[in-house]
């Protein structure tokens, strides 16, 4: 199962750079500041996701002991 939830939060945070990417191209080109900030908001639930996961990784795993 740690091993799920550790892939899992790779993925995650792979997208959490291309989220990041993607809104920060959009304000350079002078793009919506509405789509940058739903980009933004996207951005930090996947963080919140990828912290979440990698805690849980470690509890699974036993914090690293």
């Known amino acids: 199962m740690s091993t799920v939830t550790y892939f899992a939060a790779i993925v995650v945070m792979f997208l959490v750079v291309i989220v990041l ?13 509405n789509t940058s900030n ?9 963080q919140a ?9 470690l509890w699974l795993t ?3 002991r």
Do not use: D, F, P
Request: proline share 0%.
């Open 21 to 33: 990417g993607r809104g920060l191209y959009n304000m350079l080109k002078g793009g919506s500041g």
């Open 38 to 46: 739903k980009l933004m908001q996207l951005r930090i639930l996947l």
């Open 62 to 64: 036993g914090g690293g």
């Open 49 to 57: 996701v990828a912290v979440a996961l990698i805690m849980l990784t």
